[in-house]
């Protein structure tokens, strides 16, 4: 296909389409405005496609759920405030076993926050959000491409593990352009669906989250637990660069990636040898693949757009292996790569290696 | 290879559109690119602005704290980032709009009346695709040929006639700067 320039917002849009997302609903909100309007237009040109602006977060959330249950391929998307006021439906999402991708499109925050790119929702993201013992697969795209890629990917893995699927991105991801490429998406077959067709259909199915009995409920929650055990040992993403030969890694993620590659990069013609090891899957986050690293890599520098939220799991992970190093700029905040390679080179010593975050 | 742009004016003065077709005929020509608008609290009739990166390797961040490049086509866009541009970038000034001079000495200002050349084209809404004329001619960032197939295939969907005038115009502005340098 056709190397397309295209805004972030629009490519999930398209992406989604292709990957035969027929149900959209939401509630308009700065910076993801593009994807309704998108779906708007494009739900509409498709057999089917079914496109809702709901009157709040929380009855799209819901509107997601019934067409979850009903069989759709079914999206949501908004941006900090408009997604926690999604987390209840979220939570009934992965307590019914039912497939649903949500798109959250960070801003600033806490509270209303304002409309500037930060990654502030991280912990909100990879430890459920909402209540309740459960996670969510949490993908960290860094470019219009993956933007592409990763939306078809998060249809196929929450129809493949029946489980709510967050991309997580920002409101420069959604607003900048840049060329993609649009893949065939390959349709996979299930050999077991969950649908409720309606009266006359088939056997009977009961899809709740409403469990009275603690031991019933316990079982219910210890089957979810397995089923998050097997996306962490078969669905975990990272990607490294310039890491080979590196002597300092960096450790960030989307947008805080991005910007990581460009100071590497000045790094690198000062004579610092650093390399990047970003997460693509946020959870399950890339642990054991991390941990690895730390087997010759004694220092470690995270990089996020929040004040310290990455970091927790990247000391999880090297489990005091390793000295870490941090640097946060939230609140709306884009640091430019020179920038955070100053911050590095103040903190990092070839000799003494990496200022420990206290 | 780097160079970030921006471009800047009122909202309706095609300000957007110069940084997407530039980003697109980039792209065209291969390289890396990104367009990243200013986005939410503007207003209608307030002002608008983009930031265009375009690379030979993969581009860090799209925004530009220190552009390479700066083309303003109103008062108040130069007061807001003339200070940015770096030092020997060139400052592109729409002078049928821009009275005041700028108070940057390090910079190679060029000054097009993109609107008067436009007007006297019979389309005064093509002021931005006169600027788009000059600022390749003396950036080179991307070829004429390369600008204009993109143009044609952005505007696709538009009459014959608006492609026509905007050819029209990007030559006028791309043959100005011939003719004054």
Redesign the interface.
């Known amino acids: 296909m056709n190397?397309v320039?295209m805004q972030g917002n629009k490519v999930i849009g398209e992406a989604a389409i292709l990957a035969g997302c027929r149900f959209y609903a939401g509630y308009p909100i700065?910076?993801q405005n593009e994807i309704p309007e998108y779906m708007s237009e494009r739900l509409r040109q498709v057999e089917g496609g079914v496109f809702i602006q709901s009157e709040s977060e929380i009855a799209a959330i819901h509107m997601v759920v019934g067409a979850s249950a009903a069989g759709a391929r079914a999206m949501t998307s908004s941006s900090s405030p408009g997604i926690s006021l999604k987390q209840e439906g979220i939570s009934s999402l992965a307590a019914c076993q039912l497939p649903a991708v949500i798109v959250n499109m960070m801003r600033g925050g806490p509270g209303l926050g304002n409309?500037s790119p930060a990654q502030g929702d991280y912990f909100q993201a990879t430890r459920g959000g909402g209540h309740g013992d459960y996670r969510v697969i949490v993908l960290g795209p860094a470019t219009a491409q993956e933007l592409a890629d990763l939306t078809m990917d998060a249809f196929d893995l929450a129809d493949a593990y029946r489980t709510p699927v967050m991309i997580l991105a920002d409101?420069?991801m959604g607003?900048?352009?840049?060329?993609v490429v649009f893949k065939e998406p390959k349709p996979r077959v299930y050999p077991e669906r969950h649908m409720m067709r309606g009266a006359g259909t088939g056997k009977h199915k009961i899809i709740r989250g409403l469990i009275l009995d603690p031991l019933e409920m316990e079982e219910h929650n210890w089957t979810l637990e397995r089923k998050y055990r097997v996306i962490a040992q078969q669905e975990t993403r990272h990607e490294l660069y310039r890491a080979e030969d590196a002597e300092l890694i960096l450790v960030a993620y989307g947008t805080g990636a991005?910007?990581?590659?460009?100071?590497i990069?000045r790094l690198r013609e000062m004579g610092i040898k650093a390399g990047l090891f970003r997460p693509i899957t946020l959870w399950p986050f890339p642990t054991a693949e991390l941990r690895e690293l730390a087997k010759r890599n004694k220092d470690f520098m995270v990089f996020e757009l929040s004040t310290g939220q990455v970091v927790e799991d990247v000391r999880l992970a090297l489990q005091g292996y390793a000295r870490i190093g941090f640097h946060g700029r939230p609140g709306g905040v884009?640091p430019?790569?020179a920038e955070l390679a100053n911050v590095i080179i103040r903190q990092y010593d070839p000799k003494q290696g990496i200022a420990e975050h206290q | 290879m780097m160079v970030k742009t921006i471009f800047a004016g009122f909202g309706g003065q095609g300000v957007l559109m110069m940084g997407f077709t530039l980003a697109h005929g980039a792209m065209s020509a291969g390289y890396h690119v990104t367009f990243l608008p200013a986005y939410g609290a503007e207003v209608r009739g307030g002002t608008a602005n983009c930031t265009v990166a375009v690379a030979d390797e993969e581009i860090a961040s799209p925004i530009a704290s220190k552009p390479d490049h700066l083309v303003v086509l109103n008062t108040p866009s130069l007061y807001t980032f003339q200070n940015r541009v770096a030092a020997g970038g060139y400052l592109f000034i729409n002078s049928s709009i821009i009275t005041v001079d700028s108070s940057r000495h390090d910079v190679q200002i060029v000054k097009v009346p993109s609107s008067e050349i436009a007007e006297k084209l019979g389309n005064p809404r093509t002021a931005n695709t006169v600027m788009m004329g000059a600022f390749l001619k003396k950036t080179g960032l991307v070829a004429p040929d390369d600008y204009l197939g993109s143009l044609e295939e952005v505007m696709g969907s538009k009459k014959k006639a608006i492609i026509e005038i905007n050819r029209r115009a990007f030559a006028a502005g791309f043959e100005f700067l011939e003719e004054s340098t």
């Open positions: 190397k320039l700065t910076p409309i409101g420069m607003q900048m352009m840049e060329p991005r910007i990581a590659k460009g100071a990069k884009v430019t790569p």
